[in-house]
């Protein structure tokens, strides 16, 4: 059973930094695409980065230039760099991967969420 496994999350000051990683357990034949996900209270869902297996990475205009998404293939994991991180970047991070289990097609998979919350 394939699982995504997260951490990293926590309590930070305004102008801070945290790095989330989120790693693929379980028997696994391939992995496509791997993002991060946020909700913070009372909001939509919002992506925040998204990267390829060729490590093609796109992100929300809201944390251009303060986040960095990267991943390791070998280690089939994924990270989240969180620089100067603001009180509205407050929400539960989740982890998205598109994961194949046996030669197929690939299936979405969810991590169980890691709180971050930016507070003085």
């Known amino acids: 059973q394939a699982q995504l496994v997260e951490s990293g999350g926590g309590l930070v000051q305004p102008g801070g930094s945290l790095r989330l990683s989120c790693s693929v357990s379980g028997s696994i034949f391939s992995i496509g695409a791997m993002a991060w996900y946020r909700q913070a209270p009372g909001k939509q869902s919002e992506r925040v980065a998204q990267i390829t297996p060729v490590r093609s990475t796109s992100y929300a205009d809201s944390v251009k230039g303060r986040f960095t998404i990267s991943r390791d293939n070998a280690k089939s994991t994924m990270y989240l760099q969180m620089n100067s991180l603001k009180v509205e970047d407050t929400a539960v991070y989740y982890c998205?991967?598109?994961?194949?289990?046996?030669?197929?097609?690939?299936?979405?998979?969810w991590g169980q969420g890691t709180q971050v919350t930016v507070s003085s």
């Open positions: 998205n991967a598109q994961l194949a289990v046996r030669p197929g097609p690939l299936y979405n998979y």
